[in-house]
């Protein structure tokens, strides 16, 4: 993971230090304190280097990434803006003939809203649960559905939980349940990196129940490809996976689907694997197969992980009216209603049409950095209706 940016990291950290041992010296006229500020800096480039040498995609013990993730907020970053407006405030300064470098005082409010940022997304935003509810009409939608509920979470990410964290699980567990929907289904990525991950929350997640059962899909992290081993290793640790679901009493469907009666009416649940990029992401979605038998009348939710798939195969390939997916987690940070995840993801978090066909993307439930910031862990309660769409949420 780090090693994919250290020439970034480092470099900033290099700039950063430099402008400091200057702006030290210049200003401060203080050798000492010019020297005494390159220590945090040649620190993290000495972790950095460390955390960039691990053989995994990320460290085995989440501890020291998110450690080291923390303090590239307390410092480097932080540390990156301040200089960015000093040097900017410095130059105008110059040019306009000014007194004082503003720059200096907007680069302090910056880190002072950076480490705002930092302490309530790490420690009060992370515990936050919100319950969204999405009511989808569809005049396809066989009569005996109308009203028929369904619980979607995503991305529960359970490595991350420890002892002193399980009980944001079990809250969020309970509050499913709660609910008392006809069908729950999970769409991806259960696990961080391994599905030894999953077995002290085994117990926690065979107690989620519906009337119709608990539906999942595979996500990206499920496939245990961000372990540095051997594929006949990969491929044991996902059939874990899979096993400990199945154990769980949850209906994986990989590229499968299931049909939901109700007297003479019914629906179809359907789920594709992941199906990313290709590149750093699996693409496994085989609609045809997942599908097959089904006919284009029939009602058809698809749950997939990765809701890029949803335009690129299941619009063209299939006539599903109702697809559910995760995986963006919104990057859990949102500001004023914006997320950088918008600038990857046309679909990112939400409900969103194609015609009176729908996806929701739920923006997860944890995640493999326990940090959001104004994007709580969600679990979305939905609502099928017979008739036709008047709203689009």
Not at 48 to 55: E, W
Not at 170 to 176: G, H, P, R, V, Y
Not at 236 to 264: F, P, Q, Y
Request: charged share 20%; aromatic share 12%; glycine share 8%.
């Amino acid at each position: 993971m780090i090693a994919r940016i250290i020439i970034p990291i480092i470099l900033i950290i290099v700039l950063e230090d430099w402008y400091f041992f200057k702006f030290c010296i210049d200003t401060l006229k203080s050798r000492k304190a010019a020297w005494a500020s390159l220590l945090p800096g040649a620190a993290m480039i000495v972790f950095t280097t460390v955390m960039a040498l691990q053989k995994d995609f990320a460290p085995t013990e989440g501890l020291i990434l998110n450690s080291y993730l923390f303090l590239l907020g307390l410092h480097v970053v932080p540390k990156f803006v301040f200089t960015a407006f000093s040097f900017a405030g410095r130059m105008l300064k110059r040019m306009f003939r000014m007194q004082r470098n503003y720059g200096n005082f907007i680069g302090l409010l910056s880190i002072a809203m950076i480490w705002y940022v930092l302490f309530y997304g790490s420690f009060i935003g992370f515990s936050k649960l919100n319950v969204r509810h999405v009511t989808y009409c569809s005049e396809d939608l066989p009569a005996a559905f109308n009203g028929y509920s369904i619980v979607q979470f995503s991305d529960a990410h359970v490595g991350t939980y420890g002892k002193r964290t399980s009980h944001q699980l079990a809250a969020a567990i309970d509050s499913i349940n709660a609910q008392h929907p006809d069908m729950i289904v999970f769409t991806g990525d259960l696990q961080n990196m391994t599905p030894q991950e999953i077995i002290p929350h085994k117990h926690l997640l065979s107690s989620l129940k519906a009337a119709d059962g608990v539906y999942s899909v595979l996500g990206n992290h499920d496939y245990a490809e961000y372990v540095n081993t051997d594929e006949a290793t990969k491929a044991k640790n996902c059939r874990l996976t899979r096993s400990m679901e199945e154990d769980m009493g949850w209906t994986l469907l990989d590229n499968a689907h299931r049909i939901i009666r109700r007297g003479a009416d019914s629906i179809v649940i359907a789920g594709m694997e992941n199906d990313g990029n290709g590149k750093h992401f699996p693409q496994k979605g085989d609609v045809k197969k997942t599908l097959d038998g089904i006919t284009d009348s029939a009602f058809v939710l698809m749950l997939e992980h990765d809701p890029s798939a949803w335009r690129r195969k299941i619009l063209p390939q299939s006539n599903a009216r109702l697809t559910l997916s995760g995986h963006t987690h919104a990057m859990q940070f949102k500001l004023f209603g914006w997320s950088p995840s918008s600038l990857i993801y046309k679909e990112w978090g939400g409900t969103f049409y194609e015609g009176e066909r729908a996806i929701n993307v739920s923006t997860g439930l944890g995640g493999f950095i326990p940090f959001r910031f104004g994007v709580p862990g969600e679990i979305v309660v939905i609502t099928l209706m017979r008739g036709k769409q008047s709203n689009r949420q």
